[in-house]
């Protein structure tokens, strides 16, 4: 059974891995702008509301039940308004292209919840 620290660590990796390929795609010319400044905002929304859940999620599992379900439940409501807000001031004032913008930002962040939901069933079995 692998443990959780190593599989969060194996995980953020891979992701490092994959957003470095999709950099030096963009330096060679392989991925247009238009394509590369959408998907990098995305990533980064969905990083900030990774590393949010992250940290909410370790500060829960020091304390009792009770508390840590509050601080799972209200960190999510709180990253769900912040990552909605984001997107919201994203499209509004940005000129990115939508649609990359939207696929990509629905693609980071099932991937970041499969791995948060992973990591906390490793952790608490």
Same mark, same amino acid.
């Given at each position: ?30 991925? @247009?702008?238009?394509?590369?400044? @959408? ?10 509301? =990774?590393?949010?859940? #992250? ?8 304390? @009792? ?5 509050? %601080? ?10 912040? %990552? ?20 990509? /930002?629905?693609? =980071?962040? /099932?991937?970041?919840? /499969? /791995?948060?939901?992973?990591? #906390?069933?490793?952790?608490? %079995?």
């Amino acid at each position: 059974m692998i443990s959780s620290e190593k599989f969060l660590k194996s995980s953020l990796i891979f992701f490092l891995i994959f957003f470095l390929s999709f950099c030096v795609l963009f330096v060679l010319k392989i991925v @247009p702008s238009e394509i590369f400044i @959408p998907v990098l905002i995305s990533c980064l929304i969905s990083s900030l509301n =990774f590393f949010l859940g #992250l940290i909410s999620i370790k500060i829960g599992l020091k304390k @009792p039940f009770e508390f840590f379900f509050k %601080t799972i439940f209200g960190g999510m409501i709180i990253r769900l308004f912040l %990552t909605c807000l984001l997107v919201f001031i994203s499209l509004k004032f940005l000129d990115i292209n939508w649609n990359s913008f939207i696929f990509s /930002i629905f693609f =980071f962040y /099932i991937l970041f919840l /499969i /791995i948060e939901v992973y990591y #906390l069933n490793l952790h608490k %079995t």
